[in-house]
């Protein structure tokens, strides 16, 4: 089982890569952010309890996150592997992975940390658009649709998080940006942390994930390498 942890403060690209690195590898992409948004959208008990922190800029509680993103994992698509995108986001979390993993006798393999720094993120989260459909990112300026309005991978409208309103956005580095440091420590002292300029475009920053994933042995499926896992 290949499992692929992408990192990154709010705004950093990961729900941009995680999807375009998924058809690459031939694995799914998970995104804790996207099941709760589908929670929310679908006025689950789960939705409406997740909703109270999301809206507030704070993570969801430890116990309901680790319950629901280890239910995703028993799904069949994922016996192969995931790409994980905005999980783990606590050193709790990493730990509770590493112990439901190492029950399927597996383990994470390699982890990227798409790094940028803070004022770009603001321009992002503020100028970012997602679709109803699932959730794919656009920005007004840097990554527009092709049409304005309306997704170019499913045609759904687009609309702007909620949680994507200037205060919503210095609540989210101010309560969440602690936390990913946690994580970082932890799968650096793993030895499994490789870290990424996020400040290129799209396509490089999707070059330099595939070049850190290579050094961790795992590459897109057909590129012949030492330790094939695609
Ligand atoms: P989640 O949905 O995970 O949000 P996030 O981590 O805040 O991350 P974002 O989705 O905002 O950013 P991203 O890195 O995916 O960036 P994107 O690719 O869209 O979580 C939402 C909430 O759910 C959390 O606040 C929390 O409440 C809860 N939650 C989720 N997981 C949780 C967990 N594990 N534990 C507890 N709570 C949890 O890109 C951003 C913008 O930049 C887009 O407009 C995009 O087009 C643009 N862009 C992307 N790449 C580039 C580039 N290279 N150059 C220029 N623009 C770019
Ligand atoms: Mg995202």
């Known amino acids: 089982m290949n499992v692929v942890v992408l990192l990154g403060a709010p705004g950093?690209?990961?729900?941009?890569?995680?999807?375009?690195?998924?058809?690459?590898?031939?694995?799914?992409?998970?995104?804790?952010?996207?099941?709760?948004?589908?929670?929310?959208?679908?006025?689950?008990?789960?939705?409406?309890?997740?909703r109270r922190y999301m809206d507030a800029g704070q993570l969801v509680p430890d116990e309901i996150t680790v319950r629901l993103l280890l239910d995703r994992l028993e799904r069949p698509d994922a016996t192969a592997g995931v790409i994980l995108d905005g999980f783990p986001r606590t050193g709790v979390q990493a730990e509770a992975l590493d112990r439901a993993l190492a029950e399927r006798a597996a383990r994470v393999g390699a982890v990227v940390l798409v790094d940028v720094p803070a004022d770009e993120l603001v321009r992002r989260l503020s100028g970012r658009w997602i679709c109803r459909a699932a959730g794919h990112p656009y920005h007004e300026t840097f990554s527009p649709p092709r049409v304005a309005g309306v997704c170019d991978i499913d045609g759904s409208e687009l609309y702007q998080r909620v949680d994507d309103r200037p205060d919503t956005i210095r609540a989210r580095m101010d309560q969440q940006l602690g936390a990913l440091a946690e994580v970082i420590d932890h799968y650096r002292t793993a030895g499994l942390l490789r870290t990424v300029d996020g400040l290129q475009g799209i396509d490089?920053?999707?070059?330099?994930?595939?070049?850190?994933l290579a050094e961790a042995g795992i590459r897109p499926a057909g590129v012949p390498g030492e330790h094939v896992t695609g």
């Open 12 to 50: 950093a690209g990961k729900g941009t890569q995680a999807p375009l690195l998924a058809t690459r590898l031939g694995i799914p992409a998970i995104a804790t952010g996207d099941l709760f948004r589908a929670a929310v959208r679908d006025g689950t008990a789960l939705g409406q309890e997740a």
């Open 204 to 212: 490089l920053v999707a070059e330099a994930i595939d070049a850190a």
